[in-house]
């Protein structure tokens, strides 16, 4: 699978994400409009729950609209090409001190999501997470440490893509 593909992958995973938050929305807001007012059960706070909840959906359906206008501007302009150095929109294997080989796809947006691609898992990490921040500028055959809490990981890169 080619970096844009996988970028494809990735935009398609934040919009079900989008959809499925806007179902939800629709849904939260109908439970708000038939729960009992202040007026009904002067106990009951679900009304004012539901509302709130509503609220936090929207938020994360701007999230979600955020990151999809940055995703299609990068597939747009293309991603970088250069595979010396690690940055945003680098693929990178490394593998770890157990012999295990991981692979993560550097974006702005979208941490967390995974995309299955034949036999191999590919973990999106926004720029700010740990494991980015120890790979970003680090070349093919350099080992880094990532110390997350107690977790100590020893990583050596093998592939930038």
Known sequence: MTKQELLQRVIETVMQERKKAEESLATTRQAAIDAPGAMQSHSDTTKSQMSRLAEEIERSIEEKNFALRTLQGMAHSG??????V???????????ERGEREIYFILPVGGGIEIVDNDRTITVATARAPIAIALIGKRQSQTVRLQIGSLQKELTIVGIQ
């Open 86 to 96: 690690i940055k945003i929109g680098s693929v990178v294997e490394v593998l770890t």
């Open 79 to 84: 991603l970088p090409s250069d595979t010396e």
